[in-house]
């Protein structure tokens, strides 16, 4: 496995990744259309301390991870997905994509990291919590986080 940075790869790609898990995998109501960032991802994510990062096995798009710079030390986690078949401690994919973002996020200097999630991702929010994140009340998070519409449980990482 290989996580690399985003440049320039196919956005199609990384879209087919993220809206086959929301919609077929787990039915949340979101398209591509509801997520424009995805087709501009050096502009949307890899500004200030953001960033954008790609999961492979071998030439196979495994996963993504994204960190948005919201400003004063606080950064969202967002597009956290990793493909059926690569999940697990097994194959170590999203371990090793959450390892790089908080590395890369606390060597850039970010004091807190926020993320929105929906309620049917069951596995991801014992994940974050494994990972040091913890639940917060909507009213917790920063107006300067983006939020989707379908978020109903949040997250907060202090360094």
């Known amino acids: 496995m290989r996580i690399t940075p985003y440049v320039n790869q196919s956005s199609d790609e990384i879209i087919k990744l993220i809206t086959t898990i929301q919609i077929e995998e787990f039915g949340v109501a979101t398209s591509a ?4 960032d995805l ?5 949307f994510y890899q500004q200030g301390r ?3 990062w790609l999961a492979y096995v071998e030439d196979d798009l495994a996963g993504t991870i994204a960190i948005k710079d919201c400003g004063d030390g606080v950064c969202a ?22 390892q790089t973002l908080l590395e890369g ?9 926020y993320l929105g999630t929906v309620d049917v991702y069951h596995a991801a929010h014992r994940f974050y ?6 639940e917060v009340a909507r009213n917790d998070v920063p107006d300067s986080v983006p939020l989707m ?6 997250y907060r990482y202090r360094f």
């Open 149 to 154: 519409d379908v978020d109903v449980k949040y």
């Open 105 to 113: 996020a606390k060597a850039g200097g970010v004091s807190e990291i």
């Open 129 to 134: 919590e494994k990972n040091g994140f913890v």
């Open 77 to 98: 986690l967002r597009k956290m997905f990793v493909k059926s078949e690569y999940r697990g401690k097994q194959h170590g994919v999203a371990a090793a994509l959450m």
């Open 39 to 43: 087709r501009d991802i050096p502009g």
């Open 50 to 52: 953001g960033n954008f």
């Open 33 to 36: 259309e509801a997520q424009p």
